[in-house]
């Protein structure tokens, strides 16, 4: 069973930023953030495979958020620039079982993520 944990969330004002940190006890190729704000659905935020290096990202966060991860690693960043209200969420770090690489059709797909850690919030305040 692989161990997922996050840290760095917190309280920002509007225009802040802040830095995301996920650490699993295992190598997962295929890992990624979700978010989940009240009364809505989780979403996928962002996503990188710890081989090639590709990234892929939610249309709402694109040119704000920054994954990153060193090849090979279990370790993994979400660097969060330029934050909203919007972005107010419950924020997960997600890793896969299978050992392919995020691929773009699914990467979103949060069935797909066998392991998940306990969330760390963000809040985002004007």
């Known amino acids: 069973q692989v161990q997922v944990a996050e840290s760095g969330g917190g309280s920002v004002q509007t225009g802040g930023s802040l830095r995301l940190s996920c650490k699993a006890s295992?190598?997962?190729?295929?890992m990624g953030w979700f978010r989940q704000a009240p009364g809505k659905e989780r979403e996928g935020v962002a996503a990188i495979s710890g081989r090639s290096g590709r990234t892929y990202y939610a249309d709402s966060v694109k040119g704000r958020f920054i994954i990153s991860r060193e090849s090979g690693k279990s370790t993994m960043d979400l660097q969060l620039n330029d934050l909203n209200a919007e972005d107010t969420a419950m924020y997960y770090c997600?890793?896969?079982?299978?050992?392919?690489?995020?691929?773009?059709?699914?990467?979103?797909?949060?069935?797909?993520?066998?392991?998940w850690g306990q969330g760390t919030q963000v809040t985002v305040s004007s």
């Open positions: 295992e190598f997962s190729n295929c």
């Open positions: 997600a890793a896969r079982a299978s050992t392919g690489n995020c691929v773009s059709f699914d990467w979103k797909n949060a069935d797909a993520y066998g392991y």
